[in-house]
């Protein structure tokens, strides 16, 4: 099936992205159709929105290709071994799309991956244009967006922390921040 697809960037420095990209899938899935979140950074541990796919399967599917956050927060692997993760996992994403069975697709903390020099940029702007018609609506979420990925974006939000509990020593809390 052919589609005219939509654009969609949330990025900034501010708490939201994902959270703001999952809100958009509960509501497609509303809709009586099918999203694919793809995570780029976040590792194998364990999360709620991973759990509430489970739930909401076979119409909502996440899958994490991340080894979990780079070069910080105790990261021992070699970068080379982040970089094959993000490679293949849009290798996976392309492959979940070519069956035209999701509407929206969700490729989370993308811009990361870019930024940090996972994933080439050209592999990702090469991917956007491979998804054009596989699916509706394309959302990327991460902080830095890359210029290229915005310019193309008919919708881009920026998310701006004002204030956080992290500036106050608050360590993440599951089911808020996770």
Do not use: C
């Not at 979940?96 to 702007?125: F, T």
């Amino acid at each position: 099936m052919k589609y005219n697809n939509m654009l969609l960037v949330f990025t900034g420095n501010g708490k939201g992205k994902t959270t703001a990209a999952l809100g958009n899938a509960l509501r497609l899935l509303g809709a009586g159709k099918q999203a694919l979140m793809v995570q780029f950074i976040k590792g194998p541990w364990e999360s709620g929105e991973h759990k509430s796919a489970e739930r909401l399967s076979p119409d909502f599917k996440i899958v994490k290709t991340g080894k979990g956050f780079v070069g910080i927060l105790g990261d021992t692997l070699p970068i080379e071994e982040h970089k094959k993760a993000a490679e293949e996992g849009l290798a996976l994403t392309k492959k979940e799309i070519a069956s035209g069975k999701y509407h929206l697709l969700i490729l989370d903390e993308v811009h990361n991956a870019v930024s940090l020099d996972l994933l080439p940029l050209s592999y990702l702007l090469a991917f956007l244009d491979y998804a054009k018609g596989k699916v509706e609506y394309i959302i990327t979420t991460g902080r830095d967006s890359p210029k290229e990925v915005i310019d193309r974006a008919d919708l881009v939000t920026e998310m701006k922390t004002i204030k956080h509990p992290f500036d106050k020593g608050k360590v993440a809390e599951k089911g808020l921040d996770f």
